[in-house]
């Protein structure tokens, strides 16, 4: 008896162990490093200093928008820049100019607006201008407008907190230690 249970014991602690490791793997990677990524953008007041483009003449920048490997395709999308100026603490002191980041996943970062990368170049075309219109109509009035800003890029949200990537790094440790404990008390029980 006492072989099969240090035996089941061994595998109950192993699966533990392993599931905890990898989970902690992928919520470092998948959730804490965009985090700890986003808080280093710190709020301040923002000017934009863009207040025309044409996506037309903008300069085209390659994705690739297949699913799986059997069905990738190639495409390009217009490739416009946002510029403006940061303000950490208040607009009477010098800025930071800098160029605007619609999404710390957006396909290309120096591209301003384009998350997503369809088949057919005139979607994308479209998505962009869309995209540039409605930013511009949200600001376009107000000369200052509350933004994000770090190292010369800037943000118009940002949605990142501390807390989830410290729960990110957190949890899965607590799920380690717990496999381990198990491990040993079971270890010992046998």
Not at 21 to 40: D, E, M, Q, T, W
Not at 56 to 73: E, F, M, N, T, V
Not at 120 to 147: A, G, I
Request: proline share 4%; glycine share 8%.
């Amino acid at each position: 008896m006492g072989y099969y249970c240090k035996l089941a014991t061994f595998i109950v602690s192993m699966n533990l162990i392993l599931g905890s490791l990898v989970a902690l793997v992928l919520c470092a990677i998948l959730l804490s490093k965009p985090n700890f990524h986003g808080a280093r953008f710190k709020e301040g007041v923002c000017e934009m200093t863009t207040r025309e483009v044409d996506v037309d003449s903008a300069p085209l920048i390659r994705c690739d928008c297949g699913k799986d490997q059997k069905s990738i395709c190639s495409t390009y999308y217009p490739c416009i820049t946002v510029e403006g100026v940061y303000y950490a603490d208040s607009t009477d002191v010098p800025g930071v100019p800098g160029t605007f980041h619609s999404d710390y996943t957006a396909v290309s970062e120096q591209c301003f607006g384009v998350s997503t990368c369809t088949p057919d170049f005139v979607s994308n075309k479209e998505l962009v201008q869309w995209y540039w219109e409605e930013t511009f109509h949200r600001v376009k009035d107000q000369q200052y407008f509350q933004c994000w800003g770090y190292d010369g890029a800037m943000y118009f949200s940002m949605h990142y907190s501390l807390s989830k990537a410290y729960m990110g790094i957190f949890i899965p440790l607590c799920f380690l230690v717990l496999g381990i404990a198990i491990g040993i008390c079971y270890w010992r029980l046998c």
